[in-house]
């Protein structure tokens, strides 16, 4: 999916909050949660997500959802990523 249609479809499912985010190479976020739902597009570079004790590992043309709350860990790879992101807000 490119990203124009990952946008598009983004705003028909409610995520108010849309935009390219980049984060730097081997970048680590220990245990955290958001108030809000997530759903995101790879662009270019890793992301590895660890929910519950598993890891998992997006890359380019990925697509990764959390949901509102969810405890999970970011690690960025060694070349950095870049991820178009919705957000919906959990009352939404």
Do not use: W
């Amino acid at each position: 999916m490119d990203e124009q249609a990952f946008t598009e479809a983004l705003g028909r499912e409610g995520y108010d909050e849309v935009f390219t985010k980049t984060a730097l190479v081997t970048q680590v976020l220990g245990t955290h949660s958001h108030p809000f739902a997530v759903k995101a597009l790879v662009t270019d570079g890793q992301l590895t997500l660890g929910i519950g004790g598993a890891l998992t590992v997006y890359r380019l043309g990925d697509v990764f959802v959390l949901p509102p709350d969810c405890e999970h860990t970011e690690e960025v790879g060694p070349a950095g990523v870049t991820y178009v992101v919705g957000r919906k807000n959990a009352k939404a």
